[in-house]
């Protein structure tokens, strides 16, 4: 009982890691800078590709390992391999979450441009499409994951622990960690000048520019940025589940990740957070449901899609801001304001015949 | 003969058939206040837009401050020292007044990506950007109101707090589309003699386009008149109220 409830503690903590960061970083692209990208599920899947790419070849050659790639056999092997070689198995997760940040980033900055030239709704369908073509392209090629079959082995980093539960505990940790992370710096970067120059982006494109603001430069910046936290997202995804399979990736994320932004209030980073918090017990609690607790004329699974759709025409009717507003920037511009707004109000107590 | 900062030669530009500007040529020295006048429609915000770079001329050349600026983007010419208000104030709704008027300071350590999350680098300059423009926000009265979100405003704090957001970024030209429309006659007259007093002061140079004659008559240097994307005059305001061709185009009987 004990470990059922570690393990879906644990299961739950590492998707809630993995969504905080698909929203705060659509937040970052839509709710601070105002880019409606649809694609999230592409730069997710960047992530995974890599790590279904570059993972099972790297050992491949590491570990001599001669089965075809594709191989259940070799699959096999790459998991024994890994139980046998913790520490290069740590740098190779290491480094693949490095690798798809910095693919993240480069395919962030590539898909910039179109942002550059369209705008909101034809952007949205433009990187929906990107994001659905990739994956068909993705599964009718073999020599990237092993086409329509997905490519399995790759081992979870802690797989040397032995104990399937420490396993996943280590591994949930860690992926908190790098989704405190990526909360922590896209705070600090939104509450700082940088954080108003987006937003004056997203408010007015043309009357930022003519404040000297180079509109190009930081919507890259941003695409870049925030597409690299997804694409970290989806490397973390790819070794939890220790399978990368194109049709994963499909346009259920982009919604999720929508959702969790909606929800939790656009422009404001902790609501986000809370948002996927929602999103994250719902999704793996009704998961937990057996079928026959409830009786319903449909599967259990469709139970979620419906909550989760119910649950945006409420917001979008009734809180179209989200639970939680958007509020002022944190910079410490105000405290100056503050600070003289009290002295002002001290110096009228102090003399009140003046 | 003070620096010229500002010259437009023979600018032209059109919207499909119709031509909005038509080869106006126009020099502004240094810390003058140049008025722009003219009927509805004549040109004069296309102008402003051509010369902000909101729009590029089809043809003629611009130069500013001795460089030829036609063809950079708005946020070059910003960088310039030139700062454009607009007729119909367009302030971030989404961003709160203090937030507004900090967007137009220049040079911002903060602004970079890579310095951005690291508050100690930016810090002291933040600090006293917030102090520089502290004054500005008390001139327009809404000190009081520096967290609230600019969408709460009334029209008429929009458009103070354009100006102020404006006057804050240190620019050498700023163009200003009718600053006195939408506000209130006292305050009206109140920012023109600000304008003047800047002019006085700080030696900035203002190209103003503005219906309210009485008003801007005191303060300029020399006006501009525009019909159908020309100029047909160009004086002091004595001579301009005198001259048949602007009686006839603007100012009527």
Redesign the interface.
């Known amino acids: 009982m004990f470990s059922e409830l570690a393990t879906l503690l644990s299961t739950t903590l590492t998707f809630f890691s993995i969504y905080v960061m698909l929203s705060l970083s659509l937040n970052l692209e839509y709710g601070f800078t105002g880019i409606p990208n649809f694609g999230k599920v592409f730069f997710f899947s960047l992530g995974a590709y890599v790590a279904g790419t570059f993972v099972p070849r790297i050992m491949h050659i590491l570990f001599r390992i001669d089965e075809p790639l594709c191989s259940a056999v070799a699959s096999t092997q790459r998991i024994l391999v890994g139980l046998q070689e913790p520490i290069t198995l740590m740098i190779i997760f290491i480094a693949s979450l490095i690798f798809s940040g910095i693919v993240g980033a480069i395919i962030g900055y590539m898909l910039s441009y179109p942002s550059l030239k369209l705008r909101g709704d034809y952007l949205a369908i433009s990187l929906l499409i990107v994001a659905e073509l990739s994956r068909v392209f993705v599964r009718t090629e073999p020599n990237i994951v092993c086409g329509t079959d997905g490519i399995g082995g790759i081992p979870n980093p802690f797989i040397s622990v032995g104990d399937t539960l420490i396993k996943e505990v280590l591994y949930s940790i860690l992926s908190g960690v790098i989704a405190y992370l990526s909360y922590f710096f896209i705070q600090r970067i939104v509450n700082s000048p940088y954080g108003r120059v987006i937003k004056s982006i997203r408010d007015d494109e043309l009357a930022s520019q003519l404040l000297g603001k180079d509109v190009k430069r930081f919507k890259a910046e941003v695409l870049m940025f925030a597409s690299s936290i997804s694409a970290v997202a989806g490397c973390l995804y790819a070794f939890f589940i220790g399978f990368v399979y194109p049709d994963d990736f499909i346009i259920v994320w982009t919604m999720y990740s929508w959702l969790m932004l909606l929800l939790g209030g656009l422009a404001n980073n902790k609501g986000v957070v809370v948002g996927a918090l929602v999103m994250v017990i719902i999704d793996r609690g009704l998961r937990r449901i057996p079928s026959y607790w409830l009786s319903l004329p449909f599967d259990v699974s469709y139970l979620r899609g419906t909550i989760f759709m119910i649950l945006l025409l409420l917001i979008i009717m009734y809180k179209p801001r989200g639970i939680f507003p958007e509020k002022p920037l944190d910079t410490p511009a105000r405290q100056v304001f503050e600070a003289h707004i009290k002295k002002v109000v001290n110096l009228k107590k102090e003399s009140p015949h003046q | 003969m003070p620096e010229t900062i500002l010259s437009l030669q023979e600018v032209t530009k059109s919207f499909g058939g119709l031509k909005a500007v038509k080869n106006v040529s126009l020099r502004i020295s240094q810390g003058s206040i140049i008025g722009l006048i003219g009927p509805n429609g004549s040109g004069k915000t296309t102008l402003f837009n051509l010369i ?3 729009l590029h001329p089809d043809s003629g050349q611009i130069f500013f401050r001795g460089l030829r600026i036609d063809r950079m ?3 070059e010419r ?2 310039l020292g030139m ?2 208000a ?1 007729q119909i104030p ?7 007044v ?3 008027t ?3 300071l ?1 040079e ?6 890579l310095t ?4 100690r680098r ?2 002291i300059q ?2 006293r ?3 520089q423009i ?1 004054p500005l926000l008390e001139d327009v009265q809404l ?2 109101s ?2 609230k ?1 600019s969408s709460d405003l009334s029209g008429g704090q929009m458009k103070l707090l354009q100006l102020a ?1 404006t006057i804050a ?1 240190d620019a050498k030209l700023f163009l200003l589309d009718e600053p006195g429309a939408g506000l209130a006659p006292s305050l009206a007259k109140e920012l023109f003699k600000n304008i003047l007093k800047l002019r006085n002061e700080k030696g900035l140079t203002f190209f103003i386009i503005e219906h309210r004659l009485d008003l801007l008559f005191d303060i300029v240097d020399k006006v501009y008149v525009m019909n159908r994307g020309e100029i047909i005059a160009e004086g002091k305001p004595e001579e301009i109220i005198e001259d048949p061709k602007v009686k006839e185009a603007y100012l009527g009987g």
Not at chain 2, 116 to 119: D, H, K, L, M, T
């Open positions: 902000s770079g909101v983007s708005p946020h910003f960088k700062c454009y607009f367009r302030i971030f709704k989404g961003m709160t203090l937030e507004n900090m967007l137009s220049k911002q350590l903060g602004e970079k990506i951005a999350p690291f508050r930016w810090f933040e600090i950007n917030a102090q502290l000190v009081n520096y967290d979100f957001r970024s």
